[in-house]
């Protein structure tokens, strides 16, 4: 029997693992909102707490489903479903599931079918990888966490500075990827240019929301700003794309 990337028994499979997710959140809501009641909290605020945290999720979830169908492609619904509904990102699994296609002699975006054997080593990729990040946090968050505090009390510049560059360097393993293919310029194909373009509009895009909350006191746009800047970077990749290929 051939391998199918949207085979019936993998839906089956990924909302089963799905649901019992959804149910764990479900069972802390409702143990929050005892806990809520047993200590006299109110519930009015509450409750709008919850209806505001639901609206703001809504712009945040658009993105992630532009995501699957940026990555269902080449993998099918169900993989990026899952991938996306639990532990994952679009940057990170994107990049994960690109290096494990080029491994193998494919290009991530123009893989007609894959195999039973290159779909899990995808799915390992992608899934094994990101496990990383959990085991750390246990074996070294707490270190890290002790280490600046002490930092901050001993010169909160110093301490500030510390955690700026560690955004900084998160952020360059990313930049990294952007400007891999830059240098195709040189050899009189602007195809490298896309990736840097699509970031520079998304780029904009948080700057204006930037400048929206600041000068205009959008507040809402606080919430909104990332995953505009997602749709607007991923809406933007088509006609650029169409320009430099």
Not at 181 to 189: L, P, R, V
Not at 226 to 244: D, H, K, V, Y
Request: aromatic share 10%; with cysteine; glycine share 6%.
């Amino acid at each position: 029997m051939q391998f199918q990337i949207n085979s019936p028994i993998l839906f089956v499979i990924v909302g089963f693992l799905i649901a019992v997710v959804v149910a764990q959140s479900v069972w802390f809501l409702v143990k929050a909102l005892r806990r809520a009641k047993e200590i006299g909290m109110d519930m009015t605020k509450v409750r709008k707490t919850m209806r505001t945290a639901a609206i703001f999720t809504i712009a945040p979830a658009v993105a992630i489903v532009i995501s699957v169908m940026t990555l269902s492609k080449d993998l099918g619904l169900p993989l990026p479903w899952l991938r996306l509904s639990v532990v994952g990102s679009m940057s990170y699994e994107t990049i994960a599931a690109t290096n494990a296609e080029s491994a193998m002699g494919l290009t991530f975006g123009k893989v007609s079918s894959l195999t039973a054997q290159q779909y899990v080593t995808i799915l390992l990729v992608m899934t094994l990888s990101i496990l990383v990040g959990i085991w750390l946090v246990p074996l070294l968050a707490k270190k890290l966490q002790s280490g600046m505090i002490n930092m901050e009390k001993r010169d909160k510049k110093w301490g500030d500075i510390f955690q700026s560059a560690l955004f900084i360097g998160m952020i360059s393993a990313f930049l990294g990827y952007v400007f891999c293919d830059f240098s195709t310029i040189f050899h009189g194909s602007a195809v490298g240019l896309i990736p840097v373009c699509v970031m520079a509009v998304a780029a904009i895009v948080m700057a204006l929301c930037g400048l929206g909350m600041k000068k205009f006191g959008l507040k809402w746009l606080n919430d909104y700003a990332l995953p505009l800047s997602l749709i607007a970077g991923m809406a933007s990749a088509i006609p650029i794309t169409a320009w430099l290929s």
